[in-house]
Nanobody, 118 residues
Framework: QVQLVESGGGLVQPGGSLRLSCAAS????????MGWYRQAPGKQRDMVAL???????KYADSVKGRFTISRENAKNTVYLQMNSLKPEDTAVYYC????????????WGQGTQVTVSS
């Protein structure tokens, strides 16, 4: 059974930092591109960041230079380090697994809320 379990969301002030974690089933982590999407209220879900099994990354323009995606193979875990957070980063963040960098997610986590507010 495929599982993606996120943690690390919460409330943070503008300019602050958060790190999201996603524990994945071993069966998919070793072969899938892992990623993070987000959905703000009233908006569609958008890609935030992706990382391949080899460590290549891709970021949305809105988060480049502020967010970093990484994966720890020994723990089947992918991380999203978010720095210099802005109110417009407020959203539900979803961990995802993809066949390639260019395909839509085949698997989704349950989501974790990130709220950036003073």
């Amino acid at each position: 059974q495929v599982q993606l379990v996120e943690s690390g969301g919460g409330l943070v002030q503008p300019g602050g930092s958060l790190r999201l974690s996603c524990a994945a089933s071993k069966s998919i982590f070793s072969i899938y591109v892992m990623g993070w999407y987000r959905q703000a209220p009233g908006k569609q879900r958008d890609m935030v960041a992706l990382v391949t099994t080899g460590g290549s990354t891709k970021y949305a323009d809105s988060v480049k230079g502020r967010f970093t995606i990484s994966r720890e193979n020994a723990k089947n875990t992918v991380y999203l380090q978010m720095n210099s957070l802005k109110p417009e980063d407020t959203a539900v963040y979803y961990c995802t697994a993809h066949g390639t960098m260019y395909t839509t997610p085949g698997y989704w986590g349950q989501g974790t809320q990130v709220t950036v507010s003073s």
